[in-house]
């Protein structure tokens, strides 16, 4: 299986996908090529509901991951928290946060997940999330495949961010323009923090909140704040 995935990820990808920020992306489209999942998505994980996306296999699992990140719950988290692959089909999506399968049925074509921690020096830090579309699709997905895959995974982004840091300071894979995006969230938040008394907690915690409210992405209000489109202090009206 190792090798597998391994020439998934070697074979062409489109001109795109070739830098070295793009890592993440290459490493997702190479799960769903090897695994039996329709899409794939990673992510780094920080502080307390903070996650930064670095990589998927196509737009639905951007979404998808999110939505995960404006609820401040789901299954990344939680599978970080847990340290352990977690699966969740439709029913315990629903049961354990019904605000974010309700958006994921509507947003996204998945119905279930599974978060995978990827171990060794990534471990409590990155996390592969695995999303199918067919109810009991995750049943079919081979176990062992999945841990042999976030070996390779983890072996892949190591070896890259150790390259990348002695040319740089840092890795590659975190320069993506999803982490750009993602970013914008920490300067919005800071923004709030300016202009109110809140902290950095309670500034993501309005942002959500409002997010919530208007039905939008945590990742589109902040954008909407740090180009000056919404007023940070109108949080808190």
Known sequence: MGERFTRALSTAVPG???EPELLPSRLARACVATLDVD???????????????????????????????????GPSAEARSAGTVLTFDADDLARNWPSLFASLSTD????????????????????????????????????????????????ELVRAALFSEALTGGPG???GEDVRRRSQVW?????????TDLDSADALAALRGRAFALGRLVDDLSADIV???LDPGSLLV
Not at 116 to 123: E, F, H, M, R, S
Not at 187 to 195: D, L, N, P
């Open 39 to 73: 899409a794939a998505g990673l992510g780094v994980h920080s502080d307390p509901g903070l996650r930064i996306p670095i990589g998927s296999s196509d737009p639905a699992a951007t979404h998808a991951e999110r939505l995960q990140f404006s609820l401040g719950v």
């Open 108 to 155: 996204t074509p998945f119905q279930e997940i599974m978060s995978v921690p990827l171990q060794g020096p990534l471990a409590g830090v990155v996390v592969l999330d695995l999303y199918v579309r067919e109810a009991g699709g995750l049943a079919r997905v081979d176990a062992h495949a999945v841990d042999v895959v976030a070996r390779v995974m983890t072996q």
């Open 16 to 18: 795109e996908l070739t």
């Open 227 to 229: 180009t000056g489109v």
């Open 173 to 175: 894979w975190m320069e």
């Open 187 to 195: 300067q919005a938040m800071g923004m709030i923090t300016m202009v």
